[in-house]
């Protein structure tokens, strides 16, 4: 079983920064690839970032250039770094993590809420 859990969610104006950690505890060892989710009110949840345990990372086009998602393994947490932020990123961001122990699954954290508005 893996747990994760997202902090560093708030309130931003437009053009600021914003940065989101996810803590992840328990069967780690299995963990090939952890990423970035987002959704908002009536829209689909959207990949937003992901990094492999080969540290290769993949983002969305709408934040590709403003967003930089990386890890320290040692703390076992991962991070997003968000940078000129705009209205359209408000949304509930969650951490994802997929591992193959004891099964090929995926597992979520609670969420944070992301908040750009003036």
């Known amino acids: 079983q893996v747990q994760l859990v997202e902090s560093g969610g708030g309130l931003v104006q437009p053009g600021g920064s914003l940065r989101l950690s996810c803590a992840a505890s328990?069967?780690?060892?299995?963990?090939?690839?952890m990423g970035w989710y987002r959704q908002a009110p009536g829209k689909q949840r959207e990949l937003v970032a992901s990094?492999?345990?080969?540290?290769?990372?993949n983002y969305a086009d709408s934040v590709k250039g403003r967003f930089t998602i990386s890890r320290d393994n040692a703390k076992n947490t991962m991070y997003l770094q968000m940078n000129s932020l705009k209205p359209e990123d408000t949304a509930v961001y969650y951490c994802?993590?997929?591992?193959?122990?004891?099964?090929?699954?995926?597992?979520w954290g609670q969420g944070t809420q992301v908040t750009v508005s003036s």
């Open positions: 994802n993590a997929a591992a193959t122990l004891p099964r090929v699954a995926d597992y």
């Open positions: 328990g069967r780690l060892f299995s963990i090939y690839a």
């Open positions: 990094i492999t345990s080969g540290a290769s990372t």
